[in-house]
Nanobody, 126 residues
């Protein structure tokens, strides 16, 4: 059974940093060959893609987070990360880890995951 479990969310002041983690199980050996992504959803807004990383390690970012967020994966720990720096109040949202086990390269314009985590809340105060 595939499981994606996020952690690392919390409350921070504007300008601060957080690192989100996503532990993947069930995908184990081949998880690194999948498209993995982070999405977020703020209250009253649609879910949006934040960053994604393909099987070859190539990455893509939403314009709103370019230069501030970095997506990466640790092959040995089967863990996906999202390093978030220079956080803004507009970054406040529930953040979700996701995987598309059917794709090596992420779909464009937005990945189409078939597995989702339960989410971790990020709150940025001004």
């Amino acid at each position: 059974q595939v499981q994606l479990v996020e952690s690392g969310g919390g409350s921070v002041q504007a300008g601060g940093s957080l690192r989100l983690s996503c532990a993947a199980s069930g995908l184990t050996y081949t998880y690194t060959k999948y498209c993995m992504a982070w999405f977020r959803q703020a209250p009253g807004k649609e879910r949006e893609g934040v960053a994604d990383i393909a099987g070859d390690g190539s990455t893509s970012y939403a314009d709103s987070v370019k230069g501030r967020f970095t997506i990466s994966k640790d092959f040995g720990k089967n863990t996906l990360y999202l390093q978030m720096n220079s956080l803004k109040p507009d970054d406040t949202a529930m953040y979700y880890c996701a995987a598309d086990s059917r794709k090596y390269y992420c779909s464009r314009p937005t990945p189409t995951p078939n597995y989702w985590g339960q989410g971790t809340q990020v709150t940025v105060s001004s």
